[in-house]
């Protein structure tokens, strides 16, 4: 066994517990979630319906979602904010940990006092990470999927339009429910990234955790706040969730954006190894 996948399954056996605990808190929010479908989808129109732009913005009303539909109701209630925002709080805590959290505690240097170098230790803790938000994403969307039938939400229903006319809205299936977590996934390793970048430069776990925080709530602020000014348009380029919201890809599948994060996610893998491996350890 390499001293790199030694020190990868390590972390993930320490982690255990915790992403147990991550994995079940997500399954009863999502369980949760779908179980009020019956009883508020056909309400949910006129419950969100009348909200100001911002509102919209915050609930990822755009045109045509209906929420009294299945996937319109998935995406306000659960997709457009819920499951991207828990893993992204996952992300940050493992991406922040991964690193500048052993640094803070001490711990690092003994780990790499042994026969591994700094290099294995950067590319396992940032495996080690990736790994635990992709399991927890899995298994949410496994979790989502059976709900499906169970819930009412793989049935068409139909629809009241604003003019008087209805039409018929698909039931979700299993290809949305892998759109969508494989869209929320992306922005939370974006993130997840990122918490390792600062945590590799700086060795503090805190200013990771800071840090990473800062850019994804400040990304969500610039989009909620542009829905009311055009003025901030521009800025929200820097937004995942300009893309994210925008592009509904639980509803309207991927597209080519889903792939930024991963980018972001690889430079920042590239850039926090070169720090880290240039510079000294910092002291407790």
Request: proline share 4%.
């Amino acid at each position: 066994m390499s001293a790199g996948f030694a020190v990868y399954r390590r972390w993930l056996r320490d982690r255990r517990l915790s992403t147990f605990s991550w994995t079940v808190g997500l399954i009863i929010m999502i369980v949760a979630t779908a179980a009020f479908y019956p009883a508020f989808g056909s309400s949910a129109e006129a419950f969100v319906g009348g909200g100001s732009s911002a509102m919209n913005a915050v609930l990822g009303l755009g045109s045509g979602i209906d929420p009294g539909a299945p996937l319109g109701y998935l995406w306000i209630g659960l997709y457009a904010n819920v499951l991207p925002w828990t893993l992204m709080a996952l992300g940050v805590a493992v991406g922040s940990a991964s690193i500048a959290g052993d640094e803070d505690t001490g711990t690092l240097e003994y780990l790499l006092a042994g026969p591994v170098t700094r290099t294995q230790v950067v590319i396992s803790r940032f495996a080690a990470a990736i790994t635990v938000l992709l399991v927890v994403s899995v298994l949410s969307g496994v979790s989502m999927a059976a709900c499906l039938p169970a819930f009412q939400l793989a049935d068409a229903t139909t629809i009241t339009l604003p003019d008087g006319t209805t039409s018929i809205a698909p039931g979700a299936t299993v290809a949305d429910i892998v759109n969508g977590t494989i869209s929320s996934f992306a922005v939370a390793l974006g993130l997840t990234g990122l918490a390792f970048l600062i945590g590799a430069v700086s060795g503090r776990k805190s200013w990771a955790i800071g840090g990473a925080s800062a850019i994804g709530i400040g990304g969500y602020v610039l989009y909620t706040l542009s829905s009311m000014t055009s003025s901030l348009d521009a800025l929200t380029w820097f937004s995942p969730w300009r893309w994210y919201v925008d592009d509904v890809m639980l509803i309207n599948g991927l597209t080519p954006e889903v792939l930024i994060p991963f980018g972001t996610a690889t430079v920042s893998l590239l850039v926090g190894w070169w720090v880290f491996l240039h510079r000294d350890l910092q002291t407790s």
